[in-house]
């Protein structure tokens, strides 16, 4: 961009020259107030985004912990124990317990004690040992949570400093149960709490509240700069805000965020004056640039305006060696609006890498259920994936949904949509089926898979198994019509024991959605409904096949659909395997084109392509509706098309030789008989089919010809009339001259004198 054309140089130049020393304050004056409420602004949120850190960081690391403890008090050890009372031959158990409670301690988060009772029992084990309710004098404290009302609970206790005041998580055994068996205790100090709190220059000091507005982490001595305004706050203005505060005179800056999770008060406070001191910097520097721009403004409005262009300049170069060799030139577009443009296209770049990074997981679990489909993972590689990628270890069993597009016919998508059809399957194949049932749904041979968990080999015998995925995929089924407003039906495979087994259930669930050529759309198919074990015999309509190839070979379009239906539903009204149905359908078309004529060295090198291109047709139908149009619509029509065009072809072929023979023999006897005897066809025949081709019968079409010759020898020759006659093969003249009059309204000689003159 060349300094001499740019707009913006330009510009600058007259704005510089003409406005002088008032603008120029004015718009210095602005710039402060403007900026500083900007940076203010700016501060104001980099604190709020240190906050929302802060609560990210202590929320996390709690629900951690409450994760865990809940693992811990679920499991059948801890559960089973809750029902023993205290024995001495139980320590084993109670041992194992205070395992699994060390194993469940986060090392992130220093645990003070964790304490689980057994309230029945009347014994416990913490940190330390395992007691009985009267061995420990806390009992009466630990028993009072019993009376929480809630099942899972944090409880803060506020003593005199930082290390004395403690957070408890309070849990009941079992969870939401209405009666207690046992309790756990997980202590955890506000001083290990405060060490999770961000520090960062400039964001003030940092508290949290607990849910009666008591400090619960920091420094909670009377004299701290957060005690002393804890009185003054107030919170009832959302779940988030800022307000200021006074603190022995000085003006402090209050933000705040509340926590949806148990209901703490994050809290920043920072002083005023710390805040606005880089404001109050910048604005003795606009004082000073103002002062200066008064002086130099007139004589060096150029060289400034210069100045001020050059870092836009370097700015918009940097920017246009940053674009893409093949990107449309910019040369002359206003700086900023370029410098615009190229932000957005960098933002952009930025997002899609963004998601690609977030895609990567969920590629990654894709293709090793693609590689389990195709049977190329070890035992060893399986069980550490589905630990990598968090799903369930214990398999039992599992079964493979194949769920396959019926017809896009009615709807409102093209064929070119099926692709992102297929996506928006395995996304509601995603939200139906919970996540620690399934592995991660793919598209495999234009069908979208899923490996779904199964409740125990036997299953494929099991009422129950049968109704679950019966009742799966029929919601699959409703879903998929709702939202998508397509037909599609689902394959099942038998239920197998080991994961890597599942390229066998996958062929399973394909061959079963083959026999929807049978059972037809929106069809549930389970392979073990469907196989027939072996092949049937006697599948193939043998005498409906010949009927309708008689029909087809005589052009008889109705006959020929009766028949057709005739043969589609003796193929399809016994159970066998779809192999033979297919096999069934080609002998049938290639049955029927044999009525259609070799097109010679043209034919024999398409013949190759066409067989295949049938045998894909074919496996691709997937109704017996779709078989019977298909036939139809692509086979008999157009061979009944084209026997009708050879037959119309062949009439005119006869007729027109039946015309020459006529126009060469007109002044002999010529007769049908004679020339259906030379055109090797019968005169019943041959007369009907010249009647219809011309659309006049032969004798009539022999007085026309030989009247239209009469005529021209009459207008153009000498001849006489007796000898017309005789040309014509009238053995008496007078037979001649009757018929002349009657085509002619007047006699040959009335006719020669009439025309002649």
């Known amino acids: 961009m060349k300094k001499q054309s740019s707009p913006y140089f330009i510009r600058l130049f007259i704005f510089s020259l003409l406005l002088g020393s008032l603008p120029v ?214 779940e988030e805000g800022q307000f200021n505060l006074k603190a022995s005179g000085e003006e402090i800056s209050i933000i705040y965020k509340k926590s949806a999770y148990n209901g703490w008060t994050y809290v920043s406070a920072s002083s005023v004056s710390d805040l606005t ?55 002359y577009m206003d700086e900023f609006v370029f410098i615009g443009n190229r932000y957005q296209v960098m933002s952009q770049k930025q997002f899609q890498l963004a998601e690609q990074v977030k895609g990567q997981v969920r590629e990654l679990k894709q293709f090793f259920v693609l590689k389990l489909l195709q049977g190329g993972e070890k035992d060893s590689e399986v069980a550490a994936k589905l630990q990598e990628y968090g799903y369930p270890t214990d398999w039992s069993s599992h079964t493979v949904l194949a769920i396959q597009i019926d017809t896009l016919e009615g709807t409102r998508y093209e064929e070119k949509d099926r692709d992102l059809l297929l996506f928006a399957l395995q996304n509601i194949v995603g939200e139906l089926i919970p996540r620690q049932e399934r592995l991660e749904p793919v598209l495999s041979e234009h069908s979208q898979v899923t490996i779904v968990k199964g409740m125990g080999i036997s299953e494929g015998q099991d009422t129950e198994w049968r109704q679950r995925f019966l009742r799966l995929t029929e919601q699959i089924q409703v879903a998929a019509k709702e939202y998508l407003g397509l037909p599609v039906s689902i394959g099942v495979s038998k239920p197998r024991r080991r994961l890597q087994d599942a390229n066998f259930s996958v062929n399973e669930a394909l061959e079963a959605l083959r026999y929807r050529i049978r059972t037809g759309i929106q069809s549930i198919l389970f392979f073990e409904d469907v196989n027939p074990g072996g092949a ?32 589609i539903t003796f193929i399809f009204e016994r159970k066998a395997d779809w192999r033979q149905y297919h096999l069934s359908l080609v002998r049938l078309y290639s049955t029927l084109m044999e009525l259609v004529p070799e097109d010679g060295q043209a034919e024999s090198e398409t013949a190759h392509e066409r067989e295949k291109g049938l045998l894909d047709k074919v496996l691709e139908l997937n109704s017996q509706e779709e078989v019977k149009s298909w036939f139809l619509e692509t086979v008999i029509a157009p061979i009944v098309s084209k026997l009708e065009d050879q037959r119309r072809s ?108």
């Open 650 to 757: 062949h009439a005119k072929q006869i007729s027109d030789q039946v015309v020459e023979m006529i126009h060469n023999g007109y002044d002999t006897e010529i007769t049908l008989e004679g020339c259906a005897a030379l055109l090797h066809y019968h005169p019943n025949h041959l007369g009907p089919l010249f009647s219809k081709e011309k659309g006049i019968s032969f004798s009539e079409y022999l007085q026309s010809y030989r009247l239209t010759k009469a005529k021209e020898w009459l207008v153009e020759t000498d001849m006489k009339i007796i000898q017309i006659a005789e040309r014509l093969t009238y053995t008496n003249p007078q037979n001649f001259i009757r018929f002349f009059r009657k085509m002619e309204g007047m006699t040959p000689g009335q006719y020669r004198d009439r025309f002649t003159k």
């Open 277 to 331: 001191s880089e404001s109050r910097a910048m604005g003795l520097i606009t004082v000073a640039t103002c002062l200066l721009l008064l002086l130099v403004t007139g004589g060096l409005a150029l060289l400034g305006s210069r100045q001020f262009y050059r870092p836009l300049q370097q700015l918009v170069a940097n920017f246009m060696s940053t674009a893409e060799p093949n990107a449309p030139s910019e040369k």
């Open 25 to 238: 304050m004015v718009v210095s004056l602005f710039s402060y107030v403007q900026g500083s409420a900007t940076l203010q602004s700016k501060v104001n949120e980099a604190n709020m985004q240190t906050l929302q850190q802060t609560q990210l960081r202590v929320e996390q690391m709690l629900k951690t912990l409450d994760h865990s403890v809940t693992q811990l008090i679920s499991s059948p050890l801890v559960v089973n124990a809750m029902s023993l009372p205290y024995r001495r031959e139980d320590y084993p158990l109670y041992n194992e317990m205070y395992q699994a409670m060390v194993r469940s301690q986060i090392f992130e988060l220093s645990i003070r004690n964790m304490t689980v009772l057994n309230l029945k029992g009347e014994w416990g084990i913490d940190n330390t040992n395992i007691f009985t309710f009267d061995e420990n004098r806390g009992m009466d404290r630990l028993l009072g949570y019993t009376s929480l009302p809630l099942s899972s609970t944090w409880v803060t206790e506020v003593g005199t400093s930082l290390e004395s005041s403690n957070l408890h998580l309070i849990k009941k055994i079992p969870l939401n149960s209405l009666q207690a068996n046992g309790m756990a205790v997980v202590t955890v100090s506000f001083e290990d709490l405060s060490k999770l709190l961000l520090t960062k220059q400039g964001a003030g000091r940092i508290g949290v509240l607990d849910t009666e507005n008591r400090l619960i982490s920091n420094d909670t001595s009377p004299n701290s700069l957060l005690s002393l305004l804890l009185p003054q706050m107030n919170f009832q203005r959302g």
């Open 536 to 567: 049937v015999a006697g599948i193939y309509p043998e005498r409906a096949a010949k009927e309708l190839y008689d029909a087809v070979k005589v052009a008889d379009l109705t006959k020929a659909v009766e028949e057709l239906e005739r043969c």
